[in-house]
């Protein structure tokens, strides 16, 4: 069946970097787009990086030129590489497929001094 695990969160210091890493498993990530999301106390759960199946990536403008998505097909994984974190990008971050209405755990990331 469709898994997603997400792992790589922590506590970091503003400007500090993070990569998050997302497992899946029951299909290949090739096979879909892949997003990032993440989830702040309050607020509802943003879209913040896509990949397509054919590599194109996108960002939501808050986060460009300091987030990267990336695929890793033989490792079925995807990621995300987060520089110069900032306070506001304190929230629990989740990896979803295009194809399938399946949510993993996620994954805390605390941005704080």
């Known amino acids: 069946q469709v898994q997603l695990v997400e792992s790589g969160g922590g506590l970091v210091q503003p400007g500090g970097s993070l990569r998050l890493s997302c497992v899946a498993s029951g299909f290949r990530v090739s096979s879909y787009g892949m997003n990032w999301y993440r989830q702040a106390p309050g607020n509802q759960r943003e879209l913040v990086a896509r990949?397509?199946?054919?590599?194109?990536?996108n960002y939501v403008d808050s986060v460009k030129g300091r987030f990267t998505i990336s695929r890793d097909d033989a490792k079925n994984t995807v990621y995300l590489q987060m520089n110069s974190l900032k306070p506001e990008d304190t929230a629990v971050y989740y990896c979803?497929?295009?194809?399938?209405?399946?949510w993993g755990q996620g994954t805390q990331v605390t941005v704080s001094s």
């Open positions: 979803k497929s295009t194809g399938f209405n399946y």
């Open positions: 990949i397509f199946t054919d590599g194109t990536t």
